[in-house]
């Protein structure tokens, strides 16, 4: 009887082994995808290169004029806004420094006060002028978190002075489009 009782217990436990398992559910979070703005490329060149004609091409925001301009152009024709977003158009305002103003495309938004962008004729020299500058820092140092006050990380891997920003035009939706 006791060979009989072990026989039919090995058999449950091994009946066991064999039984298959409900496959279980992932132990990361898998996120959905996320679409990114794909930002155009801009051609690979010798010359001696403006803001203007760099961020209307990488952004697709068609603005011409000076970039001091660019805030009111954009005015009834794309979006404006403070918040920062991937491949809108950073305005900065005309200053002493920046006779023209300055343009830049976000390319990534680290956290609520720190972002990247990429954008030409930024630097304090001629080894940096007229160049396109990829990924550089920016940081919002507004006393009200609106992204009107900004510091650029420069070559030497500081921030440097603060500079008046206008906002951020938003490419790709008209304002017709956000307002339905």
């Excluded at 298959?20 to 559910?25: D, G, S």
């Excluded at 152009?73 to 023209?100: D, I």
């Amino acid at each position: 009887m006791m060979r009989i009782l072990l026989a039919l217990l090995a058999i449950a436990v091994l009946g066991g082994c064999a039984a298959t398992q409900k496959p279980q559910a992932p132990s990361v979070a898998v996120l959905p995808p996320q679409e990114e703005p794909l930002l155009n490329p801009y051609p690979e060149t010798d010359e001696f290169l403006q803001c203007v004609p760099f961020a209307r091409t990488v952004s697709g925001v068609e603005i011409y004029g000076d970039a001091w301009t660019w805030w009111g152009q954009a005015e009834g024709r794309y979006a404006r806004g403070k918040a920062p977003k991937v491949g809108a158009v950073l305005a900065l305002r005309k200053t002493g420094r920046l006779r023209l103003g300055h343009v830049a495309v976000v390319v990534a938004q680290i956290d609520e006060r720190r972002l990247l962008v990429s954008h030409a004729n930024w630097g304090g020299d001629s080894r940096t002028r007229g160049k396109i500058h990829t990924r550089q820092p920016v940081m919002d140092v507004s006393p009200a978190n609106d992204w009107s006050q900004l510091r650029f990380m420069n070559t030497q891997g500081s921030f440097g002075s603060v500079y008046p920003a206008h906002g951020f035009i938003y490419p790709a939706q008209s304002v017709a489009t956000l307002t339905r």
